[in-house]
């Protein structure tokens, strides 16, 4: 699995022009890629990973007391983003063959909110397969990776 975690004031993501899911800060807005060799058990790390990932300032703002969504309730918006799977490598067209097929990505995907959840997190999420806006204010910007 692969995530691209941007710390944010504020996000939200829009289907047709609704708006399906949206936090307001300071939170992680989180796109998740998945391929096919991802199992439920790399979810359920993914999910702590992001729960207990230490990207927040705080309260005094000192070296060394960074805080995680975890330390104060911090909410994700999660999506599904096969296109983090995409190789440009060779010609001009990225392809595809890497990321997973929806009926392997989409229960993977929602293993990760499950999991989330389950720990205590507010999550927003997209809509799995839609054409999707995606709204987000980046506080930094602040922009990591995770490879699970």
Not at 65 to 75: A, H, I, K, R, V
Request: glycine share 12%; charged share 20%.
């Amino acid at each position: 699995m692969r995530a691209v975690v941007q710390r944010v004031s504020e996000a939200s993501v829009s289907v047709a022009g609704e708006v399906v899911g949206a936090i307001a800060g300071p939170g992680l807005c989180v796109l998740v890629g998945v391929t096919h060799d991802d199992t439920p058990a790399k979810a359920a790390q993914l999910a702590r990973k992001l729960w207990t990932l230490r990207l927040f300032e705080g309260g005094d703002g000192a070296p060394g007391t960074e805080l995680s969504c975890s330390d104060f309730g911090g909410p994700l918006l999660v999506i599904s983003q096969f296109t983090l799977y995409g190789d440009a490598r060779k010609g001009r067209r990225p392809t595809w063959s890497a990321a997973a097929p929806g009926p392997v990505a989409e229960p993977l995907i929602e293993a990760v909110i499950a999991e989330l959840r389950a720990l205590g997190a507010k999550v927003e999420t997209g809509r799995f397969g839609a054409d999707m806006k995606v709204a987000l204010v980046n506080d930094g910007p602040f922009t990591v990776t995770i490879e699970i």
